[in-house]
């Protein structure tokens, strides 16, 4: 979403905030003035959610610069009210870069633990009776802001190490299986867990901390749309893009007039065209554009002048699954297919669709 406030970049990876996470602070001030805190209450508590949340950031740096070592980019981390996310440009398919990418995160906040005890006064803690105990850390000041603050991150690991897939010990779980028996297997088995452990949660927020509920759902979306995209990769597996491209479709000239675009696509069951004299390509004119462009300039203008010329070339001898991963990144999904120079087919996401739908279907 584009409602995200963006923090700059720190070791090249863009660091954003999304809009919801501003909510966290509202509802933080809700509890605390419903519980007749004060503002010096509310500083500590705010204070304490950016520290956390620093923890976070720093837990998703130890995903993301650890995926790095295996040549694999990080688009952002992102922090929502529910913690951060770390959008790693592919999944590693080998086990163990996915087991040391997943297990970096929650060794950020041991680290960061390690480094906080000599700061927290257990000893006087642990001399406490109960009662003073329990007044001491009934609410976060500035003498207990670093106990807090340690147990914090003991929560995150431990959270964190739930496996629910995705969540980090789902993917330790997924790497660990997927050592023993195939990846599709392990995935199956680990997002399944995922998706039970979703529900427990989700039926227990439910009943007694309807905020807990959130998670759950996110999880359960996840583990299930991963078990998918590694079946879809499992049913691409060998097969090329040659396979499955489009070969017979229209292109249109620079110099024919939009109105041609808008006949040819009522007249067929074509959407998008590659504009192109012979073999050569000058852009690509999609449908989405079309109504605007129109109002704009009149059914008369050549194609040429609202064609798009930025767009990803595919080739045939490429893995199919490269073609889905790209078409999937890409809010354009129809990429020209060419070898040598010369345009051989197109490729669009519901061509991938029919593909894997015939594939699951039959050995096609
Ligand atoms: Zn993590």
Known sequence: MSSSLNLGRFAGIKV??????????????????????????????????????????LH???HALSARKYGIGTRSITLLPIGGVANLKKIPDNPKEELIIAIAGPAVNVV???????????????????ETLQE???????????????????????????????MDGG???RSVLSMKMGRVEATRIATG??????????????????????????????????????????????????????????????????????????????????VSDDYQIHGIIYMADLAEALK???KETPVRRIMDTDFVILHPHEPLHSAYRKLRRDNRNF??????????????????????????????
């Open 60 to 62: 998703e740096f130890g």
């Open 296 to 298: 704009k300039t009149g």
């Open 112 to 130: 960061i633990a390690l480094l906080l005890i000599p700061f927290v006064s257990i000893d006087a803690y642990a001399g406490m009776d109960p």
């Open 193 to 274: 867990l995922g998706k039970f452990l979703a529900l427990l949660f989700f039926l227990y927020g439910l009943f007694f901390s309807i905020i807990l509920v959130v998670i759950p759902v996110f999880v359960w979306f996840g583990a299930h749309s991963e078990n998918i995209m590694i079946q879809q990769f499992d049913l691409m597996d060998g097969y090329t893009i040659r396979d499955a491209m489009i070969t017979q479709y229209s292109t249109l000239r620079p110099d024919e007039p939009l109105q041609k675009a808008v006949e040819r696509i009522l007249a067929t069951t074509e959407q998008d065209f590659i």
């Open 16 to 57: 954003q905030i999304h809009w919801t996470f501003w909510l966290l602070f509202l509802f933080i001030a809700f509890l605390v003035f419903t519980q007749g805190g004060d503002f010096t209450t509310l500083f500590w508590h705010s204070l304490f959610i950016i520290c956390i949340f620093i923890c976070v950031v």
């Open 136 to 166: 001491e850390l009934s609410t976060i000041t500035s003498q207990n802001f670093m106990f807090y603050l340690l147990m914090a991150n003991f929560a995150l690991v431990l959270f964190n190490m739930i496996p629910a897939f995705p």
């Open 335 to 364: 990429f020209p297919v060419m070898e040598n120079g010369k345009l051989v087919g197109v490729m669009d996401l519901n061509n991938i669709n029919e593909f894997l739908t015939f594939r699951s279907a039959f050995d096609y």
């Open 171 to 173: 993917r330790i779980f």
